[in-house]
């Protein structure tokens, strides 16, 4: 939950107009809210009620009756769809609140591909265990390594996975290569050469600097996934 929560969301909506628009202006309109906007939360809110920005990676008018808008959004965590559908709204001059709303997806969990209902999930356990078939499990419980999928990563060499496993902090020796875009103090996933992860960890360096380091601490960390003893020990040889 602690790497799913940063990660951004879609959202259906239904969002009802408080007067009539154009389609033209409509469409206008919420194409300037796409990218960087400010965002008060709304009163009703679990989180303090300052002005902070937000992204809204795109915002599509898929249907329209009367004054009802079907609109899909891509957004940045903590983007608050009742205060977007309010200031829009605003920026129309006829006022609108959000009437419905959906989340359609959450990082890489998308509604049409991951997610199962509990029925479902029910039954591809007994199915299992009846006759070995796996297949159906695994399309309803997904890997933990699906849940990081938006973060960025770090890969580690097999003799470090165990250190990191019975909690060392990851050191500059272990790392073998370093995504694009990791920034300093960034939630991290920590990886294997096969794909496994290992832990997350907060990022002490940023993207070039990880490459360039030769030693001192790369990643402090936060929440080793890895049960200990599945890579081997790393042996120190002596001269």
């Known amino acids: 939950m602690q790497a799913i929560l940063p990660a951004g969301k879609e959202y ?6 408080h007067g009539d628009v154009t389609d033209k202006v ?20 679990s989180v303090k009620r300052t002005s902070r920005i937000r992204t809204v990676y795109y915002l599509q008018i898929l249907e329209r009756e009367g004054r009802n808008i079907l609109i899909r959004t891509g957004c940045q965590a ?21 009437k419905e709303l959906r989340r ?5 969990f998308t509604e049409d591909e991951t997610m199962v209902s509990l029925q479902d999930l029910v039954d591809a356990v007994h199915f299992w265990k009846e006759s070995g078939e796996e297949s159906y499990v695994r399309k309803s419980v997904q890997p933990m390594e699906k849940a990081v999928e938006h973060l960025p990563k770090i890969i580690v060499r097999d003799s470090a996975v165990d250190a990191i496993c019975h909690g060392a902090q990851l ?16 939630l991290t996933a920590i990886f294997t050469l096969k794909g496994e992860i290992v832990a997350l960890g907060r990022a002490q360096l940023d993207t070039d600097s990880i490459i360039k380091a030769d030693k001192g601490i ?4 936060e929440r080793v996934i890895m049960e200990p003893g ?7 040889q002596s001269n």
């Open 12 to 17: 259906i909506c239904v969002m009802r107009l």
């Open 26 to 45: 409509l469409s206008e309109t919420c194409q300037e809210f796409e990218g960087p906007i400010y965002q008060r939360p709304p009163l009703r809110s």
């Open 78 to 98: 903590g983007t608050y769809i009742r205060k977007l559908c309010h200031d829009i709204g605003e920026a129309l001059g006829c006022g609108a609140h959000m």
């Open 104 to 108: 359609t997806r959450t990082g890489s």
């Open 171 to 186: 050191a500059a020796p272990g790392v073998l290569k370093a995504n694009t875009g990791i920034v300093q103090k960034a």
């Open 218 to 221: 790369i990643a402090t960390i």
């Open 230 to 236: 599945i890579y081997p020990k790393h042996e120190k």
